[in-house]
């Protein structure tokens, strides 16, 4: 069930790396594409961010993944490093659920 | 060595979300860019359907081919060889490229960066997966709520100046206002779908 998107998807990852070196520079280099391409992770992260802290399935919920998303948000200005964030957030999320 | 440990969390996240150790494998292998990844395994974790997380991902990988512009001058690269070095037109590959003023230290610490990275990735994703998989319940050490996490560590070096957090935010409400609607995974397109036709509209 996972398989064929999984393929998929790495093989439109893929073609997108070969048309950044295969396209005419024109085409790359048009305002719009260069305005709205980087927009997208930045949309797309905040987005996925929200969704999976703030959800689930259909339903918003406020639970332990909210404390795990505040403490790797003060890690990510400490500058940790990223297993310090990730790990941070787990064993937040852990905790608050004991409690 | 950074690259190791988003591996790590990576192959972690992923049997946490429920993907086998060989699909986990496979993604490190063949899409190998690690923003949509993250987001493939984020969005079927989060109950969304894989077809909705592999749009994530490929919407996530689109950045990639802007690196190709600032490569394909640097790299020089034809037929069999374009073919390879596209496999590792990525974010590192790329700054690594740029870095060095002479085109053949250019193409050499593109190819060097690129194989270490591979290497790191895959073993990284290989042992994550691995130690995840031992543990009985994943979720009893909150790695459920890790993805968001990794996504926050993703965004935060892009969040210079007001206008990208502006739209960082916007997308976040906007995700989370149609998210009781529509199906899981599908606000996420939206919110594409939204950067799309604001970005390719507004007069330069």
Same mark, same amino acid.
């Given at each position: 069930?996972?398989?064929?998107?999984?393929?998929?998807?790495?093989?439109?990852?893929?073609?997108?790396?070969?048309?950044?070196?295969?396209?005419?520079?024109?085409?790359?280099?048009?305002?719009?594409?260069?305005?709205?391409?980087?927009?997208?992770?930045?949309?797309?992260?905040?987005?996925?961010?929200?969704?999976?802290?703030?959800?689930?399935?259909?339903?918003?919920?406020?639970?332990?993944?909210?404390?795990?998303?505040?403490?790797?948000?003060?890690?990510?200005?400490?500058?940790?490093?990223?297993?310090?964030?990730?790990?941070?957030?787990? %064993?937040?999320?852990?905790?608050?659920?004991?409690? | 060595?950074?690259?190791?440990?988003?591996?790590?969390?990576?192959?972690?996240?992923?049997?946490?979300?429920?993907?086998?150790?060989?699909?986990?494998?496979?993604?490190?292998?063949?899409?190998?860019?690690?923003?949509?990844?993250?987001?493939?395994?984020?969005?079927?974790?989060?109950?969304?359907?894989?077809?909705?997380?592999?749009?994530?991902?490929?919407?996530?990988?689109?950045?990639?081919?802007?690196?190709?512009?600032?490569?394909?001058?640097?790299?020089?690269?034809?037929?069999?060889?374009?073919? %390879?070095?596209?496999?590792?037109?990525?974010?590192?590959?790329?700054?690594?490229?740029?870095?060095?003023?002479?085109?053949?230290?250019?193409?050499?610490?593109?190819?060097?960066?690129?194989?270490?990275?591979?290497?790191?990735?895959?073993?990284?994703?290989?042992?994550?997966?691995?130690?995840?998989?031992?543990?009985?319940?994943?979720?009893?050490?909150?790695?459920?709520?890790?993805?968001?996490?990794?996504?926050? %560590?993703?965004?935060?070096?892009?969040?210079?100046?007001?206008?990208?957090?502006?739209?960082?935010?916007?997308?976040?409400?906007?995700?989370?206002?149609?998210?009781?609607?529509?199906?899981?995974?599908?606000?996420?397109?939206?919110?594409?779908?939204?950067?799309?036709?604001?970005?390719?509209?507004?007069?330069?």
């Amino acid at each position: 069930m996972i398989w064929v998107p999984l393929l998929v998807a790495s093989a439109a990852c893929y073609l997108i790396k070969l048309s950044g070196l295969s396209l005419p520079q024109r085409l790359l280099l048009d305002p719009r594409i260069q305005r709205t391409v980087p927009l997208l992770p930045i949309a797309l992260l905040a987005a996925l961010i929200a969704v999976n802290t703030f959800s689930t399935g259909t339903h918003l919920v406020l639970d332990a993944r909210a404390a795990a998303l505040a403490v790797a948000g003060a890690a990510v200005l400490l500058r940790a490093p990223f297993l310090l964030v990730v790990g941070a957030a787990a %064993a937040t999320a852990a905790l608050v659920r004991l409690i | 060595m950074a690259s190791a440990a988003y591996a790590l969390s990576f192959g972690a996240i992923s049997i946490t979300a429920g993907l086998s150790l060989p699909q986990t494998c496979a993604l490190s292998i063949l899409m190998f860019t690690g923003a949509s990844q993250f987001a493939l395994v984020g969005v079927i974790g989060a109950g969304g359907s894989a077809w909705a997380g592999a749009a994530t991902a490929v919407l996530l990988g689109t950045r990639n081919a802007l690196y190709g512009i600032r490569l394909v001058s640097l790299l020089d690269v034809t037929g069999s060889r374009r073919v %390879a070095a596209s496999h590792f037109v990525l974010d590192e590959t790329t700054a690594m490229a740029i870095a060095r003023d002479d085109p053949a230290e250019s193409r050499f610490a593109f190819w060097v960066t690129g194989l270490v990275l591979f290497c790191l990735w895959n073993l990284g994703t290989l042992a994550g997966a691995l130690a995840t998989q031992v543990l009985p319940d994943p979720k009893a050490l909150g790695l459920d709520a890790a993805p968001p996490a990794a996504f926050l %560590a993703l965004i935060a070096p892009r969040l210079r100046g007001r206008e990208p957090v502006a739209i960082a935010l916007g997308a976040a409400i906007v995700a989370l206002v149609f998210l009781p609607f529509v199906p899981p995974g599908v606000p996420l397109l939206i919110v594409a779908l939204l950067v799309a036709v604001i970005g390719l509209r507004r007069a330069p």
